[in-house]
């Protein structure tokens, strides 16, 4: 029964679980006695050297449970057959949030991302706000880079130490928060990041790459702010704006 307390619990445990992929990467983190492992998935074809080999040793060293897959089966799990390597990795994030966890939160300064497409501003979006004054990132998971080992790479190790909030679309998470004050990036804005003053529950939303923030979104964002840009400079990059905003005070 899908409203039983027992699948809710099993829910709520699969949602955490981040599924990364590639060789080095599953060597790195089975490496990190932090990173709780739920379990390590092989291809059959693999032969067991190199650095399957070590994945081996590592993983029977911390006692992770290891599942055999043909190549079809593994490529669903990693979901990238061409990079995967032949090996997957279930990861349990305590960190990997979903969204509805704000609810019990009194006060948060938060950057929320919309369409952010690439994985190395996804990256190191997330170390700017671990390294800065940021409490969590809202990352919708529809339209989005997804957790990947190329953000892993970006974010230097950083990924698992800030709160990253998930949900389906950021329009239902924005619409549940108008108590809060949410920013949106203009350059028409009078109100510039040096002069800003921030509420108890602060979101900051960052948009796609090339497009910005979307209209629907925009329409939820109650406050804009702008960057003062000289030289006739009119963006930054995506990622720097996030370490700005990151290492601002209010």
Partial sequence: MKDSQE???????????????????????????????????????????????????????????IVKHDKAAL??????AKQDQGVAIDIISKTYLHVNMLKELTKYRLIALDGIQNPQNLGMIIRSCAAGNIDGIILPKKNSAKISPLVVKASAGTLFKLPIYFCNTLQEVLTEQQEAKIYTLSSYAKTTIYDIQESEKTIYVLGNENEGVSHEVAKLCNNSVSIPMNRGVESLNVAVTASLIAFMTS
């Fill in 7 to 65: 699948y809710k619990d099993k829910k709520a445990f699969f949602e955490k679980i981040i599924t990364l992929y590639g060789r080095n990467v599953i060597v790195e983190i089975l490496q990190d006695k932090s990173i709780e492992i739920h379990k390590l998935h092989l291809a059959d074809s693999n032969k067991p050297d190199g650095a399957v080999k070590k994945i081996l040793l590592l993983a029977k060293e911390r006692d992770i449970e």
């Fill in 75 to 80: 490529s669903r799990i990693s979901k990238n």
